[in-house]
Nanobody
Framework: QVQLVESGGGLVQAGDSLRLSCAAS????????MAWFRQAPGQEREFVAT????????YYADSVKGRFTISRDNAKGTGFLQMNSLKPEDTAVYYC???????????????????WGQGTQVTVSS
């Protein structure tokens, strides 16, 4: 079992950058795939990016491809989401998620992740 805690959200202007972190408890972070999802007000939670256990493979939603980068440091038990060229439509609560059942870069649905953080708010003003 793993507990996830996100940090790094905030209020920024369009075009700015933010780096979100996801700290995982325990010493087995490297056995989990990790992902970021987001939920805007009044909308369903949507997939943003995912990374395999080793960090070798990543996959992104089309809406963030080329602007966001997912990464991880297994030794430190931490995942990251670097967000550049932020847009007002990126405003949402961002959640990190993890799962140990498989090792794939194509897990893009919520049910494919067992463990979730509490979320961190990202607000992008125009």
């Amino acid at each position: 079992q793993v507990q996830l805690v996100e940090s790094g959200g905030g209020l920024v202007q369009a075009g700015d950058s933010l780096r979100l972190s996801c700290a995982a408890s325990g010493h087995t972070f490297g056995t989990y795939i990790m992902a970021w999802f987001r939920q805007a007000p009044g909308q369903e939670r949507e997939f943003v990016a995912t990374i395999t256990r080793s960090g070798e493979k990543t996959y992104y939603a089309d809406s963030v491809k080329g602007r966001f980068t997912i990464s991880r440091d297994n030794a430190k038990g931490t995942g990251f989401l670097q967000m550049n060229s932020l847009k007002p439509e990126d405003t949402a609560v961002y959640y990190c998620a993890a799962d140990q059942r498989w090792d794939t870069d194509r897990a893009v649905r919520e049910f494919e992740y067992t463990y979730w953080g509490q979320g961190t708010q990202v607000t992008v003003s125009s």
